[in-house]
């Protein structure tokens, strides 16, 4: 394992030592501390270090926001069983489980309001149909899966006699897939929102679409907190009234069904035998522009598939598909394949730059490149459409229901630069996202970010396990999920 990823494990995260949980201090009560202790665990849906060095994850944005809105402190604990989520929650070790799902009988648990539907899909290798893997499974074959789905596989087994299941106890759900993938394991039922992110990086799996009852997830805590509960059914009732929540939902999940399996494993294959030839000067090129490589790179690949001579329709051409204006502009020879990596990265980072200061990262990046492919124009009518329409902006998710309505002559005839292909951009940066995120879940960055807390935010995580990383698991000493309990049924 490198060293750099132990050493910000060191840095970055307040361990917990080795004591074990049942002697762990109860939490002080958070009216009179001003603290939140919450318990969450590490992963893809959750809670993780992105590609910036940034702490991110769908329930790390919503709880800091709502110790934001409270004027109160956030200490997580990273919790990897997902069971003792709700022993500790028992033993009042925290004041919050976040990510959990609704009340499968806990005694003593209350819950606040749902906030995210999940289906509960069957992973299997590609090679199967559908029908032959649900065939083999009524018929005995083993199933791994996660705590959270045992009720649900208990509810088919009514109908299903013969299913059989192992249970992994601790680990992430995204592991289960990669195991299905590389032929580990035969089956997983998990969650569908993990099941869809992680079908990018392992396209050798399918996924189901018949499956269980939706599953609603929810933050968990002590039944007796009923001044907690209000405050969340308030908190929920809010970001749902302003969209708030829709926008965090599109932010991680928006774009994860923009490429099929079959350009997954087309963009794999180049990822190994042409991005080598190049990595180089992606790099050099980023940190001229102080821009990720990878991003660099997965742009490269949207517009020529990291060919050297493509040529489009209009007339742009090479690797980062310049105009002669563009390459002019930034001093290339376009047909140079360092050269226009050198000026696709400028223009990046030019138009990136010439965005008001304000506008927060990602939208920022997202903004800058839907302004790479239908111009800084375009992009500055959509904004104004967006104002006009009570939206924001400054964010990505408001844009791209903007920008398609550059093609309608109601909107176009309204704004400066006149008519545009507006939906062209918007799948043109919610697949490009997508490249993104295989290249990081796959590539180390140039130079890894130390990751950065808000101030009034702290993280304990047991000794023995380091952060999901970009995207990624990793560890000291690194293992994948095993099956630690078995259901004989």
């Not at 010439?354 to 997202?366: C, Q, Y």
């Amino acid at each position: 394992m490198k060293n750099w990823l132990i050493a910000l494990a060191t840095v970055a995260l307040v361990g917990c030592g080795d004591m074990p949980a049942n002697t762990a201090p109860q939490a002080a009560s958070w009216i009179e501390s001003r603290e939140l202790v919450v318990l969450v665990q590490n992963g893809p849906t959750t809670f993780y270090v992105d590609a910036e060095g940034h702490y991110a994850g769908l329930e790390y944005d919503l709880v800091t926001r709502f110790a934001s809105e409270n004027g109160l402190k956030v200490r997580f604990v990273v919790e990897p069983n997902y069971a003792k989520l709700f022993e500790r929650l028992q033993r009042n070790e925290a004041h919050l489980a976040v990510g959990v799902h609704e009340s499968n009988g806990e005694q003593g648990i209350g819950f606040g309001p749902a906030y995210q539907s999940v289906r509960p899909v069957l992973v299997y290798r590609n090679k199967q149909t559908e029908q032959a893997a649900l065939n083999a499974i009524n018929g005995g074959a083993a199933i791994s899966t996660m705590p959270q789905y045992v009720n649900v596989l208990n509810q088919l087994k009514v109908k299903s006699p013969s299913l059989t299941w192992n249970v992994v106890e601790a680990g992430d759900s995204e592991e289960l897939v990669e195991a299905v993938a590389q032929g580990k394991i035969d089956y997983a039922v998990i969650g569908s929102q993990v099941a869809e992110l992680a079908q990018k990086y392992y396209p050798q799996v399918a996924i189901s679409e018949k499956s269980g009852a939706p599953q609603q997830l929810a933050w968990a805590m002590q039944d007796g907190d009923t001044e907690l509960q209000a405050k969340l059914k308030q908190f929920f009732g809010e970001i749902n009234a302003d969209k708030s929540l829709a926008k965090l939902l599109d932010r991680y999940y928006g774009h994860v069904d923009r490429i099929a399996p079959p350009d997954s494993v087309a963009f794999l294959n180049k990822r190994n035998s042409v991005l080598p030839r190049y990595e180089q000067w992606f790099k050099k090129a980023a940190a001229e522009t102080n821009l990720d490589w990878r991003l660099l790179a997965a742009l490269s690949y949207q517009e020529s598939h990291w060919d050297p001579n493509a040529v489009s329709p209009f007339g742009v051409r090479g690797l980062m598909m310049l105009t002669t204006d563009t390459a002019q502009r930034m001093g290339v020879d376009r047909l140079n394949p360092v050269q226009s990596i050198q000026g696709g990265a400028r223009y990046l980072a030019m138009l990136r730059d010439g965005l008001p200061d304000d506008i927060p990262e990602p939208d920022r990046t997202w903004l800058a490149m839907a302004a790479y492919n239908v111009g800084l124009g375009h992009l500055l009518d959509a904004r104004e459409l967006a104002r006009r329409q009570n939206k924001n902006p400054d964010s990505w998710a408001d844009i791209k229901t903007t920008l398609p309505l550059l093609r309608d002559p109601k909107y176009y005839n309204t704004v400066r630069f006149g008519y545009a292909r507006g939906g062209e951009p918007v799948a043109y940066v919610e697949t490009l996202r997508s490249f993104y995120d295989i290249l990081v879940r796959f590539e180390e960055p140039a130079q890894l970010a130390e990751p950065r807390l808000a101030a009034n935010v702290e993280v304990q995580n047991p000794a023995n396990r380091v952060l999901q990383i970009n995207n990624r698991v990793v560890s000291a000493k690194p293992a994948k999920a095993k099956p630690v309990m078995t259901a004989a049924l």
